[in-house]
């Protein structure tokens, strides 16, 4: 007897399944997929950001976007160098970002910080500058420039030195984006018969009363044979900031000038009796205490402040083999230090000037040959476009400007 089979049922329908006839994703997904994989662009590349931002009316709603523009700060972190600033030479770029310093910052200035998104400069050239420069502030990306009040004098019939620090002055802040909330500005003066400080608030828009520390000057005097007494002076390499102090080198490289932000109090620190090429550079270091960098032949050694059993002690951390990182021909002898806040810079015998990142021990060289210059500050921030109204069309643009 034949049989006739029944087909068999079709298979049981899982809607969990995407289906070859699935709609297509929402605007609203789209953006989200766009916007996450904008967050991964290099941030020391602003141009790729303003490309993407000039593909279409979307993306440059997007990218142009406060939520956009604190996502990629926070999702990086760490502010990129985007260039630095050369004394006499101006701002030489070490990413797709360009800017010119303002003329007259540029002629008869020296620059001495850069800090939170500002650059610091003074209105004299010489290392032995007056009591009473004129102080500038410059921000790069939005090219503001801002002259301070004059710092008032203190009487003192001896001369001193001077050094000089901008920072963010926002409670609480990450200094990913702070560049236009309020700041301080530290001056320090070292004299023969005091040694005191003063700071500019931009809230109160004016310098504070000076602090006075005549307990250390007894410390800054030193006797040198055939010179008889001479006053330790303040080296113009950038100081650092490390929690709630600034600190800034002596000239004689054997101790550092602390100023405490909160208490406004000074207080020396030694450094540790060691042999170095000057100059030496401080630093802030991974772990957020003090520390200095020197060179010695084809080495470059790194120090920390520590806690110690009584008080604090100097250790050294690493020592990174700068034949590992240059040129061979760069360092026939020991490189000069140019400066650091939170990069070293290297001035090399073949003329070129390395700028070697601490955290991943490498190096690059500076794109411009720029003879020996006094000392170099990096300009290390987030550059994100804030563009206007977005483009009439939703075609690819094909622009290829610079941030």
């Known amino acids: ?77 760490t502010p990129p160098m985007l260039g630095a600033i050369v004394n006499n030479h101006g701002f030489v770029s070490t990413s797709s970002f360009r800017c010119q310093v303002p003329a007259e910052l540029l002629r008869g200035c020296m620059v001495l910080d850069a800090r939170h998104g500002r650059v610091l400069f003074h209105s004299v050239s010489w290392a032995s500058q007056p009591r009473d420069p004129t102080l500038y502030l410059w921000n790069p990306i939005s090219g503001e420039k801002l002259e301070l009040p004059k710092l008032p004098l203190v009487p003192d019939p001896h001369r001193g030195s001077s050094n000089f620090a901008v920072l963010c002055a926002a409670a609480g802040c990450n200094h990913l984006d702070c560049s236009h909330g309020p700041f301080l500005v530290v001056a320090v003066v070292v004299s023969r018969s005091e040694t005191f400080a003063r700071v500019y608030s931009s809230e109160h828009g004016e310098w504070s009363d000076p602090t006075f520390a005549p307990h250390i000057n007894d410390s800054l005097v030193k006797v040198v044979e055939g010179l008889g007494e001479i006053i330790d002076s303040l080296d113009l390499m950038p100081g650092v900031l490390v929690g709630d102090a600034v600190y800034f080198l002596l000239h004689t490289m054997d101790a550092v000038l602390q100023f405490n932000l909160t208490t406004r109090d000074m207080a020396i620190i030694h450094l540790p009796d060691t042999i ?128």
Not at 46 to 55: F, K
Not at 351 to 378: F, H, N, Q, T, W
Request: proline share 12%; aromatic share 8%.
């Open 1 to 77: 007897m034949n049989q006739t089979l029944a087909p068999p049922p079709p298979p049981p329908t899982d809607s969990s399944q995407p289906s070859s006839m699935a709609p297509p994703p929402t605007p609203e997904l789209f953006d989200v997929l766009v916007e996450e994989v904008l967050l991964r662009f290099p941030p020391e590349d602003p141009a790729s950001l303003l490309r993407a931002a000039l593909v279409c009316k979307r993306w440059h709603r997007l990218v142009s976007g406060r939520h956009f523009r604190r996502r990629f700060r926070g999702f990086h972190r």
């Open 276 to 403: 170095y090429s000057r100059p030496i550079a401080l630093l802030a270091t991974e772990d957020g205490n003090l520390g200095f960098a020197g060179t010695k032949e084809r080495t470059l050694h790194l120090w920390s402040r520590v806690a110690g059993p009584g008080e604090e002690t100097w250790s050294q951390s690493r020592v990174i083999e700068l034949e590992k990182l240059l040129p061979v021909n760069a360092i026939k002898r020991t490189p000069i230090m140019l400066g650091s806040v939170g990069v070293i810079f290297l001035y090399t015998c073949d003329g070129g000037i390395y700028s070697v990142d601490l955290k991943s021990s490498k190096a690059r060289e500076m794109p411009d040959r720029i003879g020996i210059p006094d000392y170099v500050v990096p300009f290390m921030s987030f550059c994100t476009p804030a563009l206007g109204a977005a483009p009439t069309d939703e075609e690819p643009s094909g622009s290829t400007s610079s941030a």
